[in-house]
């Protein structure tokens, strides 16, 4: 069986042709051109703008022209991964989706179901002569996946209705009703270099084994950071008199670090002491973390004699602000259980060449002055320490209203057309939604998708009855857009 022959046909029919079109983050030009034709092809209006975003308007079905308006949204870029064996040009090979018992799936590559699933969904909306709805502006964002640039750059006016239903998220079952906005705060310490003192032994202690993580969704699983473990364990050694030469722990700004290492020397006579110390100190830390990180290692090991250590002053500034520094779930929020609201992530502590050591933070909140207040916290600490604090430009987030108009149509619509009422979500992460609101603050906004798994990876793929549903609920809610009034 081939895709396009699944039901509803349309819908399925958009989809493989979406797979044959390359599109890579970045890189949409044929993506849009594919967009644009189809608009021609199908008498639609259409508009491109500087940021790569497209959008084609469609006129409301005879007799429903009272309706609200209604921005049906989908990004046209994919994360290109392959396995590494799998031959593939992803700007220029069509991908190799085949179905697999209810799964659609790619021979070696991502999907691109996120968000192909979604842009077809929409194109055949726009394509179709029987389905009931009112005033449709079909907005095709670029580059959501590698920094929302499509999204950043879209024009006051470029769409004008007052609803928006995102195509984008991967859960059948589950409607979304906000995400958090973020902003990385970074802090740099400059410290001097010092000659090594005689009778030195130099160590390094590698925290290693910890799970890590995405920064925003599983910022509330109480996993271990391994900047927060690895500083504990130095500051416990303070006494000893023991000098830093590089701590490097963490990698990227989105995830909770895994891994730290520091490089020290101390004083001959004090390695005994220090050794008791660590060890002591590394059980009582694996204990409390013996559930969520069974795989934590803590290891220290002679190194060969650095060429300096750094000034004592910097060294001991910066120790204390990353003990000082928050790390995890400042606050939950108080109109939907169980989700984060604010959070902060010690994401990674750096040496550079030119005597400066690097701490990235990231802050993240479903409030934009809640976002703000971390961010000021976390500056604060260091500026208390002597270091320079700067910033990122951030995203706003989307502040879940429960009391939502489009929410309550599209969870009654899910209830008549799907026999059962959805689950009401938000994610405590960004969603190119948090900046529609930025540009349009009227919006009113939901999110819904038929199930993806594996996203991002060569595994992605895409769940058929899911799929189905996804379509029957998106028409029903389309019907079911009350009047302009
Ligand atoms: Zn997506």
Known sequence: MRLSELEPLEMWGYFEEITKIPRPSKHEELMIRY???????????????????????????????????????????????????KIHDFEKDPIDA????????????????DDGIGVAAALAVLASKTIAHGPIEALFTSDEETGMTGAFGLKEGFVKSKILINLDSEDDGELFIGCAGGIDTQATFKFSKRKISRHSKAFIVAVTGLKGGHSGDEIDKGLGNSNKILTRLLLNINDLKFRLNDFNGGNLRNAIPREAFAKFTIPSENVEKMNTKIAELSQLIKAELSVKEPELKIEIHAADLPEFIIDRRTQNRLLQALNACPHGVLQMSPDMPGLVETSTNLASVKFTEKNKIVVATSQRSAIESAKWSMAYTVQSVFELAGAKVKRGEGYPGWKPNVNSEILNITNQAHIRVLEFEPKIRAIHAGLECGLFLEKYPYLDMISFGPTIKGAHSPDERLNIPATQRFWTLLVEVLKNIPEEK
């Open 35 to 85: 967009l644009l034709d189809f608009a021609a092809k199908h008498k639609l209006e259409a508009e491109r703008d500087k940021a790569g975003n497209v959008v084609i308007r469609k006129p409301a079905s005879k007799g429903l022209e009272k309706m609200k308006s209604v921005i049906l949204q989908g990004h046209s870029d994919m994360v290109c991964e392959k396995n590494s064996d």
């Open 98 to 113: 085949y179905i697999d018992g209810e799964w659609i799936k790619a021979r070696g590559t991502t999907l691109g179901a």
